[in-house]
């Protein structure tokens, strides 16, 4: 059973940094594609960014160019560089893993979450 937990929350200024990061386990991370999801308040969860077995890359509009995914499959965890944080990237993050690279509907397997909180 596959489980993933998340670390690297926290509160930051608007422009900041942080790097969130999913450690992987139960299963064979290398075969699995990864990917981040943020839900705010009252909003639905929504795809941030996902990074596929091969080693493929997808960013919602709204971080392109802010975030980055990546993934260490030596150490089975995946990240997501936050740069240049915004007010409206506040909101609690998932990591995800599926053995699909659909991304297009909610399924896989999910960390308890990180929040990230941005003041301006």
């Known amino acids: 059973q596959v489980q993933l937990v998340e670390s690297g929350g926290g509160l930051v200024q608007s422009g900041g940094s942080l790097r969130l990061s999913c450690a992987f386990s139960?299963?064979?991370?290398?075969?699995?594609?990864m990917g981040w999801y943020r839900q705010a308040p009252e909003n639905q969860r929504e795809l941030v960014a996902f990074?596929?077995?091969?080693?493929?890359?997808m960013y919602a509009d709204s971080v392109q160019g802010r975030f980055t995914i990546s993934r260490d499959n030596a150490k089975n965890t995946v990240y997501l560089q936050m740069n240049s944080l915004k007010p409206e990237d506040t909101a609690v993050y998932y990591c995800?893993?599926?053995?699909?690279?659909?991304?297009?509907?909610?399924?896989?397997?999910w960390g308890q979450g990180t929040q990230v909180a941005v003041f301006s």
């Open positions: 995800n893993a599926r053995l699909s690279a659909d991304f297009s509907r909610l399924f896989g397997s």
């Open positions: 139960g299963s064979i991370f290398s075969l699995y594609s």
């Open positions: 990074i596929t077995s091969g080693g493929s890359t």
